[in-house]
């Protein structure tokens, strides 16, 4: 089950919806920050223009791609809500949707990209 249709979206770490106008699912993915924010997680949605389902892993033939994946990491950068007793350099932790369909909290990683790219649109 995908997390949009999740019973409860509260209590989760901040979200980043990156989202490729031309994808199937676009409506699925600003469906989802909608109801992020409904239940009080901070979410926020970026629309990119032109952009396919699987624009971010073609950073070098997708225009879109280097800045979609420059606010990935600088939204990785940032810290959620809970996370102020972190140590500096510690992972920031978020949520992750298992395949059991359940919401767990885990550190992630951010991903590279260029520091000089900035998003489309956001929203």
Do not use: N
């Not at 509260?10 to 409506?27: E, I, K, N, Q, R």
């Not at 239940?39 to 997708?62: I, K, Q």
């Not at 949520?95 to 550190?107: E, F, M, V």
């Amino acid at each position: 089950m995908p997390p949009l249709y999740a019973d409860d979206l509260s209590g989760l770490a901040h979200a980043l919806v990156v989202l490729p106008t031309l994808d199937p699912v676009a409506d699925h993915g600003r469906r989802y920050a909608e109801r992020l924010r409904a239940a009080g997680t901070p979410a926020r949605l970026t629309e990119y223009p032109g952009a396919t389902h699987t624009f971010l892993s073609m950073p070098g033939l997708v225009p879109q791609a280097k800045a979609a994946r420059a606010e990935i990491a600088r939204s990785s950068e940032t810290t959620s809500p809970g996370d102020e007793d972190r140590p500096s350099g510690a992972p920031i932790a978020s949520s992750s949707w298992t395949a059991a369909g359940s919401w767990r909290r885990a550190p992630t990683t951010s991903c590279c990209a260029a520091a000089d790219a900035t998003p489309v649109s956001s929203k």
